[in-house]
């Protein structure tokens, strides 16, 4: 089943407490982008992927990190997690930009 | 500066009347459009997707969207609103050229009173 994956779905955790959310897509897609939903806001971009070891900001890349190291893989990271960083984070993937994007269930974080 | 605008947050109709969500964008360049959809808790779905072909678009369940460009509009519309309809739909637009963002709107949650 073409699938999206996030792990994990529900996150609690402290201020400056490092932190991964993973995501893999089993579609062989090329691009692989991250959002956050914020409420009246809609999803915003904080980082793509165009292809493997090639990233590049969205519109709020501040506090995050992303790799892409495999093609299937897209780990989001939060070195120094914040409040403002709760949020609902979404990944996604397609073959490209302008095609159809694929998400993930979801990971809802907090930051204590 | 590209941007969405979704021009309501909430729409409410009743069971078998018409939906109309609204979408305006901004763009210097021709744009690929999309709506989708959000159920509660669940991820996004792709309603239907407009790339410079035909300007009316239809797409699962019943919704079409038409692109005006004259008007900068990608309306989406259904004629009967069913109560599997209430969810949150999103506008997204996604640049031409070498740009790969895609620009969402805040959305527009609908509700279908019985």
């Known amino acids: 089943e073409a699938q999206v994956t996030q792990n994990p779905r529900y996150l609690i955790t402290v201020t400056g407490k490092k932190l991964t959310v993973t995501c893999s897509q089993n579609?062989?897609?090329?691009?692989m982008s991250w959002y956050r939903q914020d409420p009246g806001l809609g999803l915003r971009q904080i980082y793509y992927?165009?292809?493997?070891?090639?990233?590049d900001k969205g519109d709020v890349p501040e506090g995050y990190k992303v790799s892409r190291k495999e093609k299937r893989n897209f780990p989001l990271i939060l070195e120094s997690p914040s409040p403002n960083q709760t949020s609902l984070y979404f990944c996604?993937?397609?073959?490209?930009?302008?095609?159809?994007?694929?998400f993930g269930a979801g990971t809802r974080l907090s930051v204590l | 500066a590209q941007s969405v605008t979704q021009l309501d947050s909430h729409v409410s109709v009743s069971e078998g009347t018409p939906v109309l969500l609204r979408c305006n964008y901004s763009?210097?360049?021709?744009?690929?459009l999309f709506w989708y959809v959000q159920h509660p808790n669940k991820g996004l779905q792709l309603l239907l997707k407009?790339?410079?072909?035909?300007?009316l678009v239809k797409g699962i369940n019943g919704f079409e969207a038409e692109f005006k460009k004259s008007e900068t509009s990608f309306h989406l519309t259904k004629p009967s609103a069913h109560m599997s309809d209430a969810a949150e739909y999103f506008c997204v637009v996604s640049l031409a050229g070498s740009s790969y963002k895609l620009i969402f709107g805040s959305g527009t949650r609908l509700l279908v009173r019985p």
């Open positions: 407009y790339t410079s072909a035909a300007t």
């Open positions: 992927s165009m292809n493997v070891e090639v990233t």
């Open positions: 763009s210097s360049y021709s744009p690929s």
């Open positions: 579609m062989n897609h090329e691009y």
């Open positions: 996604a993937s397609s073959y490209g930009a302008k095609n159809i994007q694929y």
